[in-house]
């Protein structure tokens, strides 16, 4: 079965940087739809970016120009790097897959989830 394990969450100051990590195992095809999802204390899950099988990424306008999504397919691992860090980036983050599209992801197509990792930055 398809595993997502994410990891890399952690506890850092205002302007500072983590860099996320998603192993992905049991899908037969890595160029698929991935995407960083986050989930704020009494709010909705917020889809932060997204990378389809060509590598073309999108973001939130919330973390434009501050995060980064990317994918090894050889290693099978996304990444989420995140710079300049705000108090209001925290929350959990999860990872997800839709091994059913290569393109055109769609936001509720995301069938695979990891259990998520903690990002807490404080002012």
């Known amino acids: 079965q398809v595993q997502l394990v994410e990891s890399g969450g952690g506890s850092v100051q205002a302007g500072g940087s983590l860099r996320l990590s998603c192993a992905i195992s049991?899908?037969?095809?890595?160029?698929?739809?991935m995407g960083w999802f986050r989930q704020v204390s009494g709010k909705e899950r917020e889809r932060v970016a997204r990378?389809?099988?060509?590598?073309?990424?999108t973001y939130a306008d919330s973390v434009k120009g501050r995060f980064t999504i990317s994918r090894d397919n050889a290693k099978n691992t996304l990444y989420l790097q995140m710079n300049n860090l705000k108090p209001e980036d925290t929350g959990m983050y999860y990872c997800?897959?839709?091994?059913?599209?290569?393109?055109?992801?769609?936001?509720?197509?995301?069938?695979?989830w990891g259990q998520g990792t903690q990002v807490t930055v404080s002012s």
């Open positions: 049991g899908l037969t095809n890595t160029e698929s739809c």
């Open positions: 990378i389809d099988g060509d590598g073309i990424s």
């Open positions: 997800a897959a839709d091994p059913s599209r290569r393109q055109n992801c769609y936001a509720y197509g995301y069938t695979y």
